[in-house]
């Protein structure tokens, strides 16, 4: 047997921490890096070919149904009033006995939008809130990772 597990997890078991604690989401997307490659234009054959390399973290979208936890709120309304609030979020992918897996850990993470529910007379469906994060950097660590 070996002594990594290399079977997948399944993707519905996770928890978010916004820097105070667990708060409850239904969805996570957007984890990420865009990298960009610019070739260095300089004709100097002993350098071989160089290259400049850039990347910038996505914006992650965390979606939860509404509730009367203010957390998120008072987050996005300190920004919207100005206050510049960094924070340190983690997000945490769990095995079927909800042990932590592995974490994304998103470095200098702020809100940059939030999109209220889609409320319906008609409809049945949940109230759901997104809260988009920009963030500095990314760090990703699997269980047991020192």
């Known amino acids: 047997m070996s002594a990594v597990d290399s079977n997948p ?19 996570v997307s957007g984890l990420g890096y865009e990298i960009a490659y610019a070739e260095d234009t300089t004709d100097d054959p002993r350098r071989g070919r160089t290259g400049k390399v850039t990347a ?7 979606k939860r149904g509404v509730t009367q936890d203010l957390s998120v709120w008072t987050w996005v309304r300190a920004a919207v ?15 079927a ?14 809100p940059s939008k ?8 008609a409809g049945t469906s949940v109230a759901i809130e ?16 020192d």
């Open 97 to 110: 006995q909800r042990r932590p897996i592995c974490a994304w850990v998103l470095h200098g993470a702020r």
């Open 130 to 145: 997104e809260l988009v994060l920009a963030a500095d950097s990314i760090e990703f660590s699997a269980a047991g990772d």
């Open 9 to 27: 997890y399944l993707a519905n078991n996770f928890e978010v921490d916004l820097g105070a604690g667990p708060v409850g989401f239904a969805e």
């Open 56 to 62: 910038r973290v996505t914006e992650v979208s965390l």
């Open 81 to 95: 009033d100005g206050g510049y609030e960094p924070r340190t979020v983690t997000i945490r992918l769990l095995d």
């Open 114 to 121: 939030w999109v209220g529910p889609i409320l319906a007379a």
